[in-house]
T-cell receptor, first 117, second 114 residues
Framework: GAGVSQTPSNKVTEKGKYVELRCDPISGHTALYWYRQSLGQGPEFLIYFQGTGAADDSGLPNDRFFAVRPEGSVSTLKIQRTERGDSAVYLC???????????????FGPGTRLTVL | AQSVSQHNHHVILSEAASLELGCNYSYGGTVNLFWYVQYPGQHLQLLLKYFSGDPLVKGIKGFEAEFIKSKFSFNLRKPSVQWSDTAEYFCAVSSTGGGNKLTFGTGTQLKVEL
């Protein structure tokens, strides 16, 4: 079946601009996660949703970052006044629920590579 | 807060050599442990995970990992690597009661030479 998809695959923007990154989870997955992976690092948690609500946004670095999931499916990560330090690969993952279980797994998308010039 | 350390950043092996990648975590509570792999040009995908029970976990492609609670470790092993195992490997942890959010290590780049 279809996996997690993310668009765009690459985004180049200028410092100070606003960007939106989209994630389309696996159908039926109620949990959706955003991570950020900087060069040479592992993915770093940003926020996750259970349904439409953000269950934990403790990883968002500051108030320039915001994410929504209005209908409990597609999610958009929004970054205002982008800075060069925001350059990274933004990863989205989905799972059946946010409850940890033996059978459930987070499935990752291909990521969006954001470059802020 | 939990953290994960992967001490081997780059590993180069010849085909058929044995592999062990180290992973140590820091967290005082009950954890779930994962190894993810990212092959060149592909998504992150799950290799194996420890949830509870038998501390020796077997995953896909002949990989296994052993959870040693007293050492806070979850090392990944494979008795005989193949060229196709060339990839980046990430250890990750989630805490029971903390949702399913993952804390990753910095990754180990494995190169297998023919």
């Amino acid at each position: 079946g279809a996996g997690v998809s993310q668009t765009p695959s690459n985004k180049v923007t200028e410092k100070g601009k606003y960007v939106e990154l989209r994630c389309d989870p696996i159908s039926g997955h109620t949990a959706l996660y955003w991570y950020r992976q900087s060069l040479g690092q592992g993915p770093e948690f940003l926020i996750y949703f259970q349904g439409t609500g953000a269950a934990d946004d403790s990883g968002l670095p500051n108030d320039r970052f915001f994410a929504v999931r209005p209908e409990g499916s597609v999610s958009t990560l929004k970054i205002q006044r982008t800075e060069r330090g925001d350059s990274a690969v933004y990863l989205c993952a989905s799972s059946l629920s946010i409850s940890v279980s033996r059978t459930d797994t987070q499935y990752f998308g291909p990521g969006t590579r954001l470059t802020v010039l | 807060a939990q953290s994960v350390s992967q001490h081997n950043h780059h590993v180069i092996l010849s085909e058929a050599a044995s592999l062990e990648l180290g992973c140590n975590y820091s967290y005082g509570g009950t954890v779930n442990l994962f190894w993810y792999v990212q092959y060149p040009g592909q998504h992150l995908q799950l290799l194996l995970k420890y949830f509870s029970g038998d501390p020796l976990v077997k995953g896909i492609k002949g990989f296994e990992a052993e959870f040693i609670k007293s050492k806070f470790s979850f090392n990944l092993r494979k008795p005989s690597v193949q060229w196709s195992d060339t990839a980046e490997y990430f250890c990750a942890v989630s805490s029971t009661g903390g949702g399913n959010k993952l804390t990753f290590g910095t990754g180990t780049q494995l190169k297998v030479e023919l």
